[in-house]
């Protein structure tokens, strides 16, 4: 069973452009999730997707956003991107919404932002 | 309140010793507890769990201790190998209604090394 998939894996762009980052999650699962990765804050929660409904956001600003679509894959959007956005965005997926569903995460894309 | 604190930063072990790794908690509504494990390059991946009605939980050389009452929880790695080295991050989710997913809150994450 293949895990779950993120592409890209390296992106560089520009202060004030956009960037999209995408998820397959693993087949079947349902919810998707999206973290934030940094040295300096650790890993903290974007937010969650369960049939194509954000179901909780994390403190990050407007410019992140995100969606699901029918077959649970989902993207996040950042956009007017800040040097401080440079980080390890990790998606999750897990089989159904709720406490102590495991979350399988990708490998991440790594965000370098010049 | 809703922090997770973890401890220590990084930890060198020699092979075969135990490597123990401590996270504690202030929201009282957090009822399930993961470990997770991170090599280089790869995301996290989930190593064991516990949820708060037992106070250990073991699997294979793996262990999870739970105070419930001292609010703290801990990771024994018993036996530490090589292979083990990596970082690892306690979490901390609580149940947010049906339907919706847990939203992981991780410790800062541990650095462990283990030296030959």
């Known amino acids: 069973k293949a895990g779950v998939t993120q592409t890209p894996r390296y992106l560089i762009k520009t202060r004030g452009q956009q960037v999209t980052l995408s998820c397959s999650p693993i087949?079947?699962?349902?919810?998707v999730s999206w973290y934030q990765q940094t040295p300096g804050q650790g890993l903290q929660f974007l937010f969650e997707?369960?049939?194509?409904?954000?179901?909780n956001k994390g403190n990050f600003p407007g410019r992140f956003s995100g969606r699901q679509f029918s077959n649970s894959r989902s993207e996040m959007n950042v956009s007017t991107l800040e040097l401080g956005d440079s980080a390890l965005y990790l998606c999750?997926?897990?089989?159904?919404?709720?406490?102590?569903?495991?979350?399988?995460f990708g490998p991440g894309t790594r965000l370098t932002v010049l | 309140q809703q922090q997770v604190k973890q401890s220590p930063q990084s930890l060198i072990v020699q092979k075969g010793g135990i490597s123990i790794i401590n996270c504690a908690y202030e929201?009282?509504?957090?009822?399930?507890f993961p470990w997770y494990q991170q090599f280089p390059g790869k995301g996290p991946a989930l190593l064991i769990a516990?949820?708060?009605?037992?106070s250990e939980k073991k699997e294979g050389r793996f262990t999870i201790s739970f105070n419930k009452s001292a609010k703290q929880f801990s990771l024994h790695i018993m036996d530490s190998q090589p292979g083990d080295s990596a970082t690892y991050f306690c979490?901390?989710?609580?149940?947010?209604?049906?339907?919706?997913?847990?939203?992981?809150?991780f410790g800062t994450g541990t650095r462990l090394q283990v030296t030959l």
């Open positions: 999750a997926s897990s089989l159904r919404a709720g406490t102590y569903n495991e979350q399988f």
């Open positions: 516990i949820r708060p009605d037992v």
């Open positions: 997707y369960f049939s194509e409904t954000q179901r």
């Open positions: 979490a901390a989710s609580m149940y947010s209604g049906t339907g919706t997913a847990s939203k992981l809150t």
């Open positions: 929201n009282t509504a957090f009822d399930y």
């Open positions: 087949s079947g699962h349902r919810s």
